[in-house]
């Protein structure tokens, strides 16, 4: 069904007014997935001709594209796509700074704490003790991340645990906003074993004192690279501060396509949205920033590797670790975030006059409004 633009915003209107309760019919479901198709080919159109516009693309086992030096490839993502990792290692329950794309916007201060003395790892709470049980009894991963929330709130707490790590020969990385790092705690954490880090350099808007820390990282720790969602205001603020970035020799930056859910798609309201398989929802600006920044990269030699971590990535990554994790054939993890579908959220690129679908057709019939009454 190749629904018209005109038909899918009389219908996604009346979508929008329908309490969170009532249920759509069967007919109405499948005007909603012909709309999102007709969003989503058009979304891919673009993609598929910036993508023609960049020399030199690889491709990383048909599972993500990036540019550059194959070798400065983050391990952490090769882990994650191609391994058994990536497994989250969760400890600090806290930030110090608030980011709109945060998938905890609004809800900071109530997060949950893991428990005094515990990790969470794949759900289940550890003391320090307990790792050589773990270790002992579990096929160890590929790889490891530290993440939730700001880990530099409390890094001290972490040396132990990478050390431990280390020994038993996991990939390790970790995620910071790079506010609190230090050339103290980024040595002790080098010398402890971490492998890899990455600056979510966007959450401070590309702060001078982050990009310096991200130079110090790199005397002290192997992998040292950039992972941010990839928004106009990075995008921007990246290039003009582009040369001091590049200078601090880092390895990778991972644009991370921008994707939302309840908590943060109300700091985006009014943009143009997609939704990439009926699974994450994005403003369509998000990858097509990625990919002109790659393309950027190419025409300027930059010397590092910018990697597309993508929807498509992300679908990747959920099919691998299915595969990985034993679920039958076609199982992933890869899902929407919203128990109801935000169908206000896509009357924004409905109504953009700019925004046109690649072809049209009239409703069948019983799928006009007025005509669904069973």
């Known amino acids: ?7 899918a915003l009389t219908w996604f209107e009346f979508f ?11 007919r109405q479901q499948e005007i909603v997935y012909a709309t999102f198709a007709q969003i989503e080919a058009v979304v891919n159109h673009r993609h598929e001709k910036l993508i023609s516009e960049i020399q030199d693309l690889k491709n990383l086992d048909n599972r993500t594209l990036y540019v550059g030096d194959g070798s400065k490839f983050p391990p952490g993502c090769r882990s994650c796509l191609t391994g058994t990792g990536l497994s989250a290692v969760r400890k600090t329950n806290r930030c110090n700074i608030v980011c709109k794309f945060c998938y905890n916007y609004g809800e900071l201060e109530d997060q949950p704490p893991v428990g005094e003395g515990l990790w969470e790892i794949g759900g289940t709470k550890f003391y320090e003790k307990d790792m050589d049980l773990l270790l002992s009894i579990q096929e160890k991963p590929t790889g490891i991340s530290y993440v939730y929330l700001e880990p530099f709130m409390e890094i001290e707490k972490y040396y132990p645990i990478i050390r431990k790590f280390k020994k038993a020969g996991i990939h390790q990385h970790m995620y910071t906003n ?3 790092a230090t050339k103290e705690n980024l040595k002790t954490l080098g010398e402890a074993g971490l492998d890899e880090i990455r600056f979510n350099l966007g959450a401070t808007n590309v702060s001078d004192k982050v990009i310096e820390n991200m130079k110090l990282a790199k005397a002290f720790i192997p992998n ?11 995008y921007q ?3 003009e501060k582009k040369q001091e970035i590049l200078d601090t020799g880092i390895d990778f930056i991972n644009c991370a396509e ?9 700091n985006y309201e009014g943009e143009n949205m997609y939704i990439s398989r009926h699974g994450y929802i994005s403003p369509i600006w998000s990858r097509e920033g990625t990919l002109q920044f790659m393309k950027k990269a190419v025409e300027e030699k930059w010397d590092m590797v910018v990697h597309d971590c993508s929807n498509d990535t992300k679908f990747a990554r959920g099919l691998n670790l299915g595969a990985k ?25 409905l109504r953009d006059e700019n925004f046109e679908f690649l ?5 069948p019939e019983g799928y006009k409004p007025g005509e669904m009454m069973f």
Not at 224 to 234: D, R
Not at 258 to 266: A, E, R
Not at 337 to 343: A, C, D, G, L, S
Not at 359 to 363: A, F, H, R, T, V
């Open 1 to 7: 069904m190749k629904i018209s633009k005109k038909d």
């Open 16 to 26: 929008s007014m329908l309490p969170e309760e009532e249920e759509l019919m069967v």
């Open 178 to 180: 790079g506010t609190l």
């Open 224 to 234: 040292v690279g950039i992972e941010t969602p990839m928004t106009s205001e990075f």
């Open 237 to 239: 603020t990246f290039f």
């Open 258 to 266: 921008l994707h939302l859910n309840g908590n943060n798609i109300h």
């Open 325 to 349: 994790n034993g679920m039958s054939f076609g199982g992933s993890n890869y899902a929407c975030e919203f128990t109801r579908i935000p169908y206000e959220a896509f009357l924004p690129i």
């Open 359 to 363: 072809q049209e057709e009239e409703l």
